[in-house]
């Protein structure tokens, strides 16, 4: 991760087939394609790479979150549960649909808490949506019998964990509805797009309308198609889904570089006292998009992570005190900084987030250290890096 360090003439041969026939739109146009379809091409590929019946390709991950829950039905006063520890998308896309974001601990696996889940349920429950962060996942089996027991739907935010599996099962594909992006900086890249993959035809078709204008897609004259329902634009373009394309063909690839870099990583840390892994529930494989450990406390972890710095090891990251992606600093969400009224639902709906606390996320957070794993370093710059990785934490905490 991210796939664009190995970009070669593979992705330059799909735009360029887009940019020869001219056609940047994925819908309609159909006599000037000369047979180019990429968004389309792209959405077989995926379902095929992450083992489901149905996938649509949308303008972004942040878009895949809001256009799955919107695809089931989720909207104006429901309550979802999600995680303390995910990118701010995950409540973006949320409250776009004037639903609620219902904040709970994560545990040792740095995803939703199952007990947590359980205890966070109210009537106003419609969904728990799962976020594998940082190339891992959560307790998916217990996770599911939650939603089973409450009739609740179960969405799975696959962002930063593409080509991880549980149970052998592509993560994404495990919920109802998974959930993927295709930012510049992910494991396959389109530059900006996402994607929701789901076995539910219903739900499949719902995401296909809905994120066109509610446009039924039926025959082949677009000025004559009508709208069942109410939608936007969440449209991907050809020329982003011709660098998805290539991309996604070379997945293997990128996973198995990936696995090579963090084994070599891992070994490395592994031998130093005072540091331990996250869980990765059983059953499960992690994509290997990043290495996460934990340290002793918040005062090692930070001091450890200055030293990474100052010695030149980049893109490590300790969470605690970061602006994107842990609770603590969301200020702007616990503000409620809107720049549009926000429904009575909401706002009284996000209240807890005032006085609630969230120790245990808090205690996993503060000792986590999240190294992203390149795609570019050659096998030397590994061990080297695993070596000085491994020395400056001994020399530190
Ligand atoms: C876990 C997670 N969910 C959703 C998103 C949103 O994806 P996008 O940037 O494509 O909107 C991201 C992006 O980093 C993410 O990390």
């Given at each position: 991760m991210p796939g664009f360090e190995l970009f070669s003439d593979l992705e330059r041969k799909e735009v360029n087939d887009v940019l020869d026939n001219?056609?940047?739109?994925?819908?309609?146009?159909d006599g000037m394609r000369k047979g180019h379809w990429k968004a389309k091409e792209l959405e077989a590929e995926l379902a095929t790479t992450f083992q489901t019946n149905h996938v649509q390709l949308v303008s972004s991950g942040t878009a895949a979150v809001s256009v799955a829950l919107a695809s089931a039905g989720v909207g104006a006063g429901d309550e979802v549960i999600m995680p303390t520890f995910t990118f701010v998308a995950s409540f973006e896309a949320i409250m776009m649909l004037g639903a609620i974001p219902i904040l709970v601990d994560i545990d040792d696996t740095l995803t939703l808490d199952p007990k947590a889940v359980e205890a966070a349920i109210t009537p106003k429950t419609k969904a728990v949506m799962v976020v594998q962060m940082c190339g891992s996942m959560g307790d998916m089996d217990a996770l599911q019998n939650i939603c089973n027991a409450h009739n609740l739907l179960f969405i799975e935010d696959a962002c930063q964990a593409i080509g991880g599996t549980y149970n052998d099962k592509p993560l994404g594909s495990i919920a109802d509805l998974g959930c993927f992006s295709f930012d510049f900086v992910k494991t396959i890249t389109c530059g900006e797009g996402g994607a929701v993959v789901t076995n539910n035809k219903d739900y499949y078709s719902n995401a296909d309308h809905y994120s066109d204008?509610?446009?039924?897609?039926?025959?082949?004259d677009r000025g004559a198609e009508t709208h069942p329902f109410l939608g936007y634009n969440f449209r991907i373009s050809e020329l982003h889904a011709a660098v998805g394309l290539a991309q996604v063909r070379r997945l293997p690839e990128f996973i198995e570089i990936q696995k090579k870099n963090y084994t070599i990583l891992r070994n490395a840390l592994a031998r130093v006292p005072g540091v331990t892994f996250r869980t990765v529930p059983k059953g499960g494989e992690e994509s290997y998009a990043f290495l996460n450990f934990f340290l002793p406390d918040l005062e090692s972890a930070q001091k450890v992570i200055e030293a990474f710095k100052v010695n030149g090891v980049d893109a490590c990251w300790n969470y605690y005190q970061n602006n994107w992606h842990y609770i603590k600093e969301w200020h702007h969400l616990k503000d409620l900084k809107s720049l549009m009224p926000i429904s009575k639902e909401v706002k009284e709906g996000l209240e807890y987030l005032q006085t609630k606390t969230f120790e245990q996320s808090d205690k996993y957070i503060a000792r986590n250290i999240s190294c992203l794993i390149k795609l570019s370093w050659t096998e030397d710059e590994v061990i080297a890096r695993a070596d000085k990785m491994a020395r400056i934490i001994k020399e530190t905490i």
């Open positions: 001219g056609v940047l739109m994925r819908y309609g146009f204008h509610g446009h039924d897609h039926v025959g082949n």
